[in-house]
């Protein structure tokens, strides 16, 4: 039988690990209950990191049958053309509004307080030395109401926050051209990808979404594979862009290799590296 101190360091070992992994928490997104639909406060399993696996394995988080649970009926993430949305990027269900009325929240994302310049915090939590250095997160938007149909060629990034994740609120700007989608809504996507502090893993959820407020009708343009162009801008891919897919056996849209211009190994992200502008992204449309 485990000793109770070995059994102690397992549960201690497994903690610190959840903590470095991270997701967007809105009632509108597929997975909030866990993977089998049953109501868990303290779900986590869409936190999982996505590495190395077949493209029917990590879309929309297949690997844990994530996007076989949508949110309930009539929920969305509302994104008012032009305005913004907030959502909460936690380590576990639990750290949010979602469960237990907030009360294990705290501006952080495992619901823990600390200084600005924990270390422990910084690298193994958010996968970064500072805020500053934080690689970017961001929202994309496929005007398909079912997830099935959803692919990385109708799927664009219309949103990016520079410098997350960080703290737990996070909030991203919609461009004000956004058309309206389909009666029965649209799907959204959220990804981050770390830079280094780490296995070099990605992150993609799914999400109900309706534009609210629409006035454009200008479809959005297909969506081209972003490349890397921290050293040429102007190799950087203009107009709409798919999010960035790395490190996985099937479905990559991007290779790096080397090092970055500050000297550490390349790591693509949802900043200028990639030709990502930080908020509202209003050049997408055809």
Same mark, same amino acid.
């Given at each position: 039988?485990?000793?109770?101190?070995?059994?102690? %360091?397992?549960? &201690?070992?497994?903690?610190?690990?959840?903590?470095?992994?991270?997701? *967007?928490?809105?009632?509108?997104?597929?997975?909030?209950?866990?993977?089998?639909?049953?109501? +868990?406060?303290? *779900?986590? #399993?869409?936190?999982?990191?996505?590495?190395?696996?077949? &493209? +029917?394995?990590?879309?929309?988080?297949?690997?844990?049958?994530? $996007?076989?649970?949508?949110? !309930? $009926?009539?929920?969305?993430?509302?994104? !008012?053309?032009? %305005?913004?949305?907030?959502?909460?990027?936690?380590?576990?269900?639990?750290?949010? #509004?979602?469960s237990y009325n907030g009360s294990d929240t705290s501006e952080w994302p495992d619901g823990n307080n600390y200084p600005e310049d924990y270390v422990h915090l910084r690298i193994n939590q958010v996968h970064t030395q500072n805020q500053s250095q934080a690689a970017g997160t961001a929202f994309?938007?496929?005007?398909? #109401? $079912?997830?099935?149909?959803?692919?990385?060629?109708?799927?664009?990034?219309?949103?990016?926050?520079?410098?997350?994740?960080?703290?737990?609120?996070?909030?991203?700007?919609?461009?004000?051209?956004?058309? *309206?989608c389909p009666p029965d809504g649209c799907i959204c996507a959220w990804g981050w990808i770390p830079n280094g502090c780490g296995q070099p893993n990605m992150y993609h959820q799914g999400f109900k979404c309706n534009v609210t407020g629409a006035t454009s009708t200008t479809p959005i343009a297909?969506?081209?594979?972003?490349?890397?162009?921290? +050293? $040429?801008?102007?190799?950087?891919?203009? %107009? #709409?862009?798919?999010?960035?897919?790395?490190?996985? *056996?099937?479905?990559?849209?991007?290779?790096?290799?080397?090092? +970055?211009?500050?000297?550490?190994?390349?790591?693509?992200?949802?900043?200028?590296?990639?030709? &990502?502008?930080?908020?509202?992204?209003?050049?997408?449309?055809?």
């Amino acid at each position: 039988m485990r000793s109770l101190s070995a059994h102690i %360091g397992v549960l &201690f070992a497994a903690a610190s690990v959840a903590h470095g992994h991270l997701a *967007a928490w809105h009632p509108s997104m597929y997975c909030a209950y866990g993977p089998t639909g049953q109501q +868990d406060l303290n *779900a986590q #399993s869409i936190v999982n990191p996505l590495y190395q696996l077949n &493209f +029917d394995q990590w879309w929309f988080h297949h690997v844990d049958n994530c $996007d076989q649970f949508p949110p !309930p $009926d009539g929920t969305f993430l509302e994104l !008012p053309a032009g %305005g913004s949305f907030t959502v909460e990027i936690a380590s576990n269900r639990a750290k949010t #509004s979602l469960s237990y009325n907030g009360s294990d929240t705290s501006e952080w994302p495992d619901g823990n307080n600390y200084p600005e310049d924990y270390v422990h915090l910084r690298i193994n939590q958010v996968h970064t030395q500072n805020q500053s250095q934080a690689a970017g997160t961001a929202f994309a938007i496929s005007y398909q #109401s $079912d997830i099935t149909k959803v692919t990385p060629d109708n799927l664009a990034v219309f949103s990016v926050r520079y410098h997350t994740p960080w703290k737990r609120l996070t909030t991203y700007d919609i461009p004000a051209a956004m058309p *309206a989608c389909p009666p029965d809504g649209c799907i959204c996507a959220w990804g981050w990808i770390p830079n280094g502090c780490g296995q070099p893993n990605m992150y993609h959820q799914g999400f109900k979404c309706n534009v609210t407020g629409a006035t454009s009708t200008t479809p959005i343009a297909p969506p081209q594979p972003p490349v890397w162009c921290e +050293d $040429d801008p102007s190799k950087c891919v203009q %107009g #709409s862009k798919q999010m960035l897919y790395w490190n996985q *056996a099937q479905g990559d849209n991007i290779e790096v290799s080397g090092s +970055d211009l500050s000297g550490e190994p390349k790591s693509p992200a949802y900043n200028a590296k990639c030709g &990502f502008s930080d908020g509202a992204f209003e050049g997408f449309s055809s």
